[in-house]
């Protein structure tokens, strides 16, 4: 008995050391026992999603900025396109605290100080300029300075980064706030509010589309509080690394830049705000 144990305890080390190497030499490909589900990257976005992000409310078409964006990640990565999954969640469920439903979402999701306390990101992969919609003859169609548009009726939707914007940027502190976006433009339409804020791709999907009798009327500045939209990922997940590592190979290669080309231009006539 006295060998037996010896032996048998070395067993089971030399077993335990072979399991942690097979994993470990998985790591950092389609199998990595780390995904959610090795062998797929499961992808978190919206729910529907809209043009320009991405077309048809259809994620596996890649037509769209971020679609096309995950199919460059992904292939980087080592996966094929048909191991791309997707889920859909509302903006809240995307960032709110706790366990994920994915390995990381795209979904235009800004990278603040606060968000980044209950949630991980990637490293910023782009950063848009904000735009100010509005009908023809609202009381911000000539604005030409934030005091100008301070004294506007403004609303926009609960928990993002252009509530934060009107707050603490332009100093609106009576914006009405929706649920969605949706609710945005009906209180537009029906006369309750004279203009919202958003990013500027959203604006021109929402002026071509949602609300073709609005228009832009003005960008302001990147908030410097808000870094971006990156990737999202549950708080401390250790994917974070490798995708970021992808992420910034992507960049390098200009082939995020070209992909902003490709779905994010802008009517470079449009007036800036800075102040």
Do not use: C
Not at 87 to 95: D, L, P, S
């Amino acid at each position: 008995m006295s060998l037996a144990l010896p032996r048998t305890f070395a067993a089971l080390a030399t077993a335990t050391a072979l399991i942690t190497g097979a994993a470990s030499a998985e790591e950092r490909t389609p199998h990595d026992p780390r995904l959610m589900t090795p062998g797929q990257l499961t992808v978190g976005t919206g729910d529907p999603v809209y043009p320009p992000w991405m077309l048809n409310n259809d994620p596996a078409s890649g037509e769209g900025f971020e679609n096309a964006l995950i199919y460059a990640l992904a292939e980087e990565m080592g996966f094929d396109a048909d191991q791309v999954v997707w889920v859909g969640n509302t903006f809240e469920q995307t960032i709110a605290p706790g366990a994920k439903n994915f390995d990381f979402a795209i979904n235009q999701v800004s990278v603040t100080e606060a968000r980044s306390e209950v949630v991980s990101f990637s490293q910023v992969y782009f950063q848009p300029d904000k735009a100010v919609i509005a009908l023809p003859g609202s009381a911000v169609e000539d604005a030409r300075s934030f005091e100008e548009l301070r004294a506007a009726n403004w609303g926009a939707v609960i928990g993002t980064t252009d509530l934060m914007y009107l707050e603490n940027i332009l100093d609106v502190q009576d914006a009405a706030v929706y649920d969605d976006q949706i609710g945005v433009f009906q209180a537009m339409l029906a006369g309750q509010i004279d203009a919202t804020l958003v990013a500027l791709p959203t604006a021109l999907f929402a002026t071509a589309v949602q609300i073709p009798e609005a228009s832009i009327v003005a960008l302001l500045p990147a908030d410097e509080n808000d870094r971006g939209h990156g990737l999202l990922f549950e708080f401390g997940n250790p994917l974070v690394p490798w995708v970021d590592e992808a992420l910034g190979a992507l960049i390098a290669r200009g082939v995020v830049d070209d992909l902003v080309q490709t779905w994010l231009v802008a009517d470079p006539d449009l007036p800036m705000i800075t102040e």
